[in-house]
């Protein structure tokens, strides 16, 4: 992974995750009606460039890295807290977007003074896909290293996400990442290349999120169009479009980003400057 690529991936992550936000909720658009700028607005009135809960808690573990240089779970559930609590992390100064499963396990390791921050839910019900969403900074700080990056893949997941098929999918996506996106070690996880878009579901499901990232990748050849077609599958459009901007962004890289979405997305010198810190980090 050069740095290009590392940057690509944690504003890849932004990109897609502000782009999807306004389209979270709706149902599925067709081509002629596709949603292709940053607009805002939708289910949660974000501003222009404005991301969710998928940039701060990626942001949220990115700080981790940047205080000790190592994963460190207790100090990143205090982070999801005070994203949770106080809007830390976030734009606008507050927590607007937490799914049910991350909400209680945030509380729950808070109850528990943090002596066990691993507290996902072990129900197979909770197989969300809040720890795919998250998952660049931990890639980014461990790019030299794949056993590492595996290990605390795992880790970051477990903080909020207990089930073995969250752990199994944020495994491979783990690993996709860690191979520049080109690895077709899990393409069995993948829908088949001829399936009908109308049959890409996009909901919060960890399988269906990791099933239309790839699709949108596969059924396109640059960052902008494979964003696009993830976003407007609709329904947790926001979390499906930061999981895709995480692969576009490792395989086109950065510099392959509209500028015109790189020019309004929120704070992103900041986030520019976290990937640029965990890449160095992680040499």
């Known amino acids: ?85 106080d809007g830390a992390f976030s734009w606008r100064g507050k927590c607007f977007d937490i799914g049910g499963t991350t909400h209680l396990a945030v509380t729950t390791a808070e109850r528990l003074h943090y002596k066990n921050p691993y507290a996902g839910n072990l129900d197979e019900y909770g197989k969300g896909n809040g720890a795919l969403m998250r998952m660049a ?12 990056c595996i290990t605390e893949a795992i880790q970051q997941t477990l903080l909020t996400h207990g089930s073995n098929t969250c752990v199994d999918y944020s495994v491979a996506f783990a690993s996709d990442l860690f191979a520049g996106s080109d690895s077709d070690e899990y393409k069995a996880l993948r829908l088949p290349h001829d399936i009908d878009r109308h049959d890409v579901m996009s909901g919060g499901y960890v399988k269906e999120t990791y099933e239309c990232a790839w699709w949108a990748l596969e059924h396109s050849t640059n960052f902008e169009d494979a964003v696009i077609l993830a976003v407007n599958r609709g329904h947790d459009a926001d979390t499906v479009g930061a999981v ?29 400057e976290a990937a640029d810190d965990l890449f160095n980090r992680g040499r």
Do not use: C
Not at 137 to 148: C, G, L, W
Not at 251 to 272: F, Q, T
């Open 244 to 272: 895709t901007g995480q692969l576009a962004g490792v395989k086109y890289g950065y510099s392959s980003i509209p500028k015109r979405w790189l020019e309004v997305l929120k704070m992103h010198d900041n986030i520019l």
């Open 137 to 148: 900074p931990v890639i980014i700080a461990n790019h030299s290293n794949r056993d590492k």
């Open 1 to 85: 992974m050069n740095l290009d690529q590392a940057r690509g991936m944690l504003v890849g992550l932004a990109v897609g995750d502000a782009l999807g936000a306004p389209l979270e909720f709706t149902e599925a658009r067709e081509p002629d009606n596709y949603l292709i700028d940053m607009v805002g607005g939708g289910a949660h009135s974000t501003a222009v460039g404005e991301w969710t809960d998928d940039t701060s808690m990626a942001l949220a573990i990115a700080e981790s890295y940047q205080s000790k240089a190592e994963f460190q779970a207790d100090r990143i559930q205090r982070s999801f807290n005070a994203w949770l609590r």
